[in-house]
């Protein structure tokens, strides 16, 4: 058995996220989460703090946050907040962010390894009381403290996608968020699971979401609307992801080259069927249920429905649920 | 009728904060203004939390600063408070306390604008709120006579006094304020049956954090210059705020940044700033973290709606 969860990104409207959150419970999902489309849309803490406020029993968590993006100072005091909000139904997912957002912003990271790890054990530090001093490329504190009355424990997930990363994410994470084609979402977890167990750590406390579009072409979605999509993540996925992929690198190249030219938009017209299958999961309920139960079979604890959320998509959620559910009794 | 508000977010939980604020709209105070850093709880997020747990009073955040979240940063804020749990906020910007600020990475050396820059920001930042339909107000957190002269270009300022002469100086430092301008003040504010300024730490730290962060033409202006300057080496050779920095600066002067006072107090207090045409005053922390001085307030503003 696996979760089913919700992600939504800050670039959405209103009247998207708020259904969502207010129908959470209803639904029956586990959870939800929220990816930061860099300076665009909803702020995250905000929405995440509505979004919370809106439902009672699901959790809610970013996915992702950027690292590389806010003060550490920031996060912890965002994430200190949503946690009490929701009184711990809150996890923080962080990251380097995305390849083009951090192009067009500008944001040039030299070791996002290390200003990963160290990210973590500076967010972990602050929410257990202690004072920090640190400075490194991303961020400097002097004897910084949250002043917490008690310690608070906040799961940390990470959104990564190259090999160390994710070895990283074995070794320091409560959870990874991982999207790729099946082959790789494979490898991946297994090098999750391989640096938890060298490190000592059982592998299960590593929470596995898994996190691609869904495509309901079942209700009423465009194909087209998906091929944007899957050429906007195609583009974002590192070379370190690409070679570990048994596609035709060389498509995905060109698919990459034509985004950053012209936009997800010239890049869909590359996307052909393959790509689309394997970066993506659509089809009708049953099949999409199948191929969520395939990813539960290579090590994924919880699948991610959405987005993109267009034709009748609220129908479809509710759908797949129930599927999930039925098939779950 | 003057709008009266209290500051919250000091060091209190979000479930501490919200209720609070339930008690505070139901004795009818107007508004609610959440803290930003250094507070350990981030005030956008706290603002959800605090209209979901009240009806209808007007909530401001921040103080927020530009030098902290940039301002695209604090517009979408707003605009998501606004989408998400309607029309009812208000927003505080200002530089920010610059030694908490620089134990984050955040440095705003003296000299390079910070006053400039942050009315620069804070203007941008009502332009676009506006622009996409926000109907509350923008308020600047201000001390010194450039930010002071610049708030009128916003909805408003919150002069960070107490003292009513120095209430004066800083009215006299604006010129053309425009209609529907809102005037309102600050004060680090402790509320007592039986208030003793020199006895209650909580209330002369608040104080000699506004009095080390007065720009050096008001602190000659109001000949507190000697005793603010010997808190600040005191502050600088720390690398706190405590007890050498509150004694250097000295109680006499102290008491002189903060409202330290009974019901009666409040009450002719209150009754002085409206005559010098003070249309909003947001009871600053520590208040928020004392219930005698809250559920004072509570009373006294009972007492006020039956009048």
């Not at chain 1, 290579?298 to 509710?318: H, M, N, Q, R, T």
């Not at chain 2, 940039?70 to 200002?94: H, P, S, Y």
């Given at each position: 058995?696996?979760?089913?969860?919700?992600?939504?990104?800050?670039?959405?409207?209103?009247?998207?996220?708020?259904?969502?959150?207010?129908?959470?419970?209803?639904?029956?999902?586990?959870?939800?989460?929220?990816?930061?489309?860099?300076?665009?849309?909803?702020?995250?803490?905000?929405?995440?703090?509505?979004?919370?406020?809106?439902?009672?029993?699901?959790?809610?968590?970013?996915?992702?946050?950027?690292?590389?993006?806010?003060?550490?100072?920031?996060?912890?005091?965002?994430?200190?907040?949503?946690?009490?909000?929701?009184?711990?139904?809150?996890?923080?997912?962080?990251?380097?962010?995305?390849?083009?957002?951090?192009?067009?912003?500008?944001?040039?990271?030299?070791?996002?390894?290390?200003?990963?790890?160290?990210?973590?054990?500076?967010?972990?530090?602050?929410?257990?009381?202690?004072?920090?001093?640190?400075?490194?490329?991303?961020?400097?504190?002097?004897?910084?403290?949250?002043?917490?009355?008690?310690?608070?424990?906040?799961?940390?997930?990470?959104?990564?996608?190259?090999?160390?990363?994710?070895?990283?994410?074995?070794?320091?994470?409560?959870?990874?968020?991982?999207?790729?084609?099946?082959?790789?979402?494979?490898?991946?977890?297994?090098?999750?699971?391989?640096?938890?167990?060298?490190?000592?750590?059982?592998?299960?406390?590593?929470?596995?979401?898994?996190?691609?579009?869904?495509?309901?072409?079942?209700?009423?979605?465009?194909?087209?609307?998906?091929?944007?999509?899957?050429?906007?993540?195609?583009?974002?996925?590192?070379?370190?992801?690409?070679?570990?992929?048994?596609?035709?690198?060389?498509?995905?190249?060109?698919?990459?080259?034509?985004?950053?030219?012209?936009?997800?938009?010239?890049?869909?017209?590359?996307?052909?069927?393959?790509?689309?299958?394997?970066?993506?999961?659509?089809?009708?309920?049953?099949?999409?249920?199948?191929?969520?139960?395939?990813?539960?079979?290579?090590?994924?604890?919880?699948?991610?429905?959405?987005?993109?959320?267009?034709?009748?998509?609220?129908?479809?959620?509710?759908?797949?649920?129930?599927?999930?559910?039925?098939?779950?009794? | 009728?003057?709008?009266?508000?209290?500051?919250?977010?000091?060091?209190?939980?979000?479930?501490?904060?919200?209720?609070?604020?339930?008690?505070?709209?139901?004795?009818?105070?107007?508004?609610?203004?959440?803290?930003?850093?250094?507070?350990?709880?981030?005030?956008?997020?706290?603002?959800?939390?605090?209209?979901?747990?009240?009806?209808?009073?007007?909530?401001?955040?921040?103080?927020?600063?530009?030098?902290?979240?940039?301002?695209?940063?604090?517009?979408?804020?707003?605009?998501?408070?606004?989408?998400?749990?309607?029309?009812?906020?208000?927003?505080?910007?200002g530089p920010?306390d610059r030694?908490?600020?620089?134990?984050?990475?955040?440095?705003l050396?003296a000299g390079t604008g910070i006053a400039g820059?942050t009315a620069?920001?804070?203007?941008?930042?009502?332009?676009?709120?506006?622009?996409?339909?926000?109907?509350?107000?923008?308020?600047l957190g201000a001390q010194g006579h450039r930010m002071i002269a610049a708030s009128?270009?916003?909805?408003?300022?919150?002069l960070n006094y107490?003292?009513?002469?120095m209430?004066?100086w800083a009215?006299?430092q604006?010129?053309?304020?425009?209609?529907?301008?809102?005037?309102?003040?600050?004060?680090?504010?402790?509320?007592?049956?039986?208030?003793?300024?020199?006895?209650?730490?909580?209330?002369?730290?608040?104080?000699?954090?506004v009095a080390v962060g007065l720009a050096k033409k008001p602190r000659e202006e109001f000949?507190v210059a000697?005793?603010v300057d010997?808190g600040l080496?005191?502050?600088?050779?720390?690398?706190?705020?405590?007890?050498?920095?509150?004694?250097?600066?000295?109680?006499?002067?102290?008491?002189?940044f903060?409202?330290?006072?009974?019901?009666?107090?409040?009450?002719?207090?209150?009754?002085?700033?409206?005559?010098?045409?003070?249309?909003?005053?947001?009871?600053?922390?520590?208040?928020?973290?004392?219930?005698?001085?809250?559920?004072?307030?509570?009373?006294?503003?009972?007492?006020?709606?039956?009048?």
């Amino acid at each position: 058995m696996y979760r089913l969860s919700v992600g939504v990104t800050t670039g959405m409207g209103f009247e998207t996220t708020d259904w969502i959150a207010s129908h959470a419970d209803t639904l029956g999902i586990d959870a939800i989460w929220i990816g930061e489309d860099i300076g665009a849309g909803q702020d995250t803490s905000v929405l995440a703090s509505s979004m919370i406020l809106r439902s009672t029993k699901v959790e809610v968590g970013t996915g992702i946050v950027p690292v590389t993006m806010h003060n550490i100072a920031t996060i912890a005091r965002m994430a200190l907040t949503l946690h009490e909000i929701s009184d711990g139904r809150f996890s923080l997912g962080i990251g380097i962010g995305g390849t083009q957002d951090l192009r067009k912003a500008g944001v040039r990271i030299r070791k996002p390894v290390t200003a990963l790890r160290e990210s973590t054990l500076c967010l972990r530090s602050l929410w257990e009381g202690q004072k920090v001093t640190a400075a490194n490329d991303l961020f400097s504190l002097d004897r910084y403290s949250l002043r917490l009355g008690a310690p608070v424990r906040i799961p940390i997930f990470y959104g990564v996608r190259g090999p160390q990363m994710l070895t990283l994410a074995g070794e320091l994470s409560d959870g990874v968020i991982l999207s790729g084609p099946f082959d790789y979402i494979e490898r991946a977890i297994s090098i999750v699971r391989e640096a938890a167990v060298n490190t000592g750590r059982d592998p299960a406390e590593v929470r596995v979401v898994v996190w691609v579009p869904t495509i309901p072409t079942f209700r009423g979605i465009k194909e087209k609307t998906a091929k944007r999509i899957v050429a906007l993540v195609v583009a974002d996925t590192p070379q370190a992801v690409v070679e570990m992929l048994s596609l035709d690198r060389e498509k995905i190249r060109a698919i990459g080259a034509e985004v950053a030219r012209g936009g997800p938009k010239s890049g869909a017209a590359l996307v052909d069927d393959e790509i689309l299958n394997a970066f993506s999961i659509s089809g009708s309920k049953e099949h999409m249920v199948d191929q969520f139960q395939a990813l539960h079979e290579i090590g994924a604890d919880e699948v991610v429905l959405g987005p993109p959320f267009s034709g009748e998509w609220k129908i479809a959620l509710a759908e797949l649920a129930t599927e999930l559910r039925r098939r779950n009794e | 009728m003057m709008e009266l508000g209290v500051a919250l977010n000091v060091s209190e939980t979000v479930g501490v904060t919200t209720e609070i604020s339930r008690r505070l709209e139901e004795a009818g105070l107007n508004s609610l203004w959440i803290t930003d850093f250094p507070a350990a709880r981030a005030a956008a997020p706290l603002a959800g939390a605090v209209a979901e747990s009240t009806k209808e009073c007007r909530i401001g955040v921040g103080l927020l600063s530009p030098d902290l979240y940039g301002a695209d940063q604090i517009v979408r804020q707003i605009q998501t408070l606004e989408q998400n749990f309607g029309k009812r906020f208000d927003v505080l910007l200002g530089p920010g306390d610059r030694l908490a600020l620089m134990r984050i990475g955040i440095a705003l050396e003296a000299g390079t604008g910070i006053a400039g820059r942050t009315a620069e920001a804070a203007i941008k930042i009502r332009q676009e709120l506006q622009e996409s339909g926000f109907t509350g107000r923008v308020l600047l957190g201000a001390q010194g006579h450039r930010m002071i002269a610049a708030s009128t270009k916003l909805d408003g300022v919150l002069l960070n006094y107490s003292d009513l002469s120095m209430i004066r100086w800083a009215l006299d430092q604006m010129k053309d304020v425009p209609n529907q301008f809102t005037l309102g003040v600050f004060p680090p504010t402790w509320l007592s049956h039986n208030p003793n300024f020199e006895a209650t730490e909580p209330i002369r730290r608040a104080a000699a954090m506004v009095a080390v962060g007065l720009a050096k033409k008001p602190r000659e202006e109001f000949q507190v210059a000697e005793h603010v300057d010997a808190g600040l080496r005191a502050r600088l050779a720390t690398g706190k705020l405590g007890e050498d920095t509150m004694n250097a600066i000295g109680d006499g002067t102290l008491c002189r940044f903060a409202l330290c006072a009974n019901e009666d107090d409040l009450n002719s207090y209150l009754r002085q700033l409206d005559g010098l045409g003070i249309g909003l005053v947001v009871f600053g922390p520590p208040l928020c973290t004392s219930s005698e001085g809250l559920e004072m307030l509570i009373g006294a503003l009972g007492r006020r709606g039956s009048e």
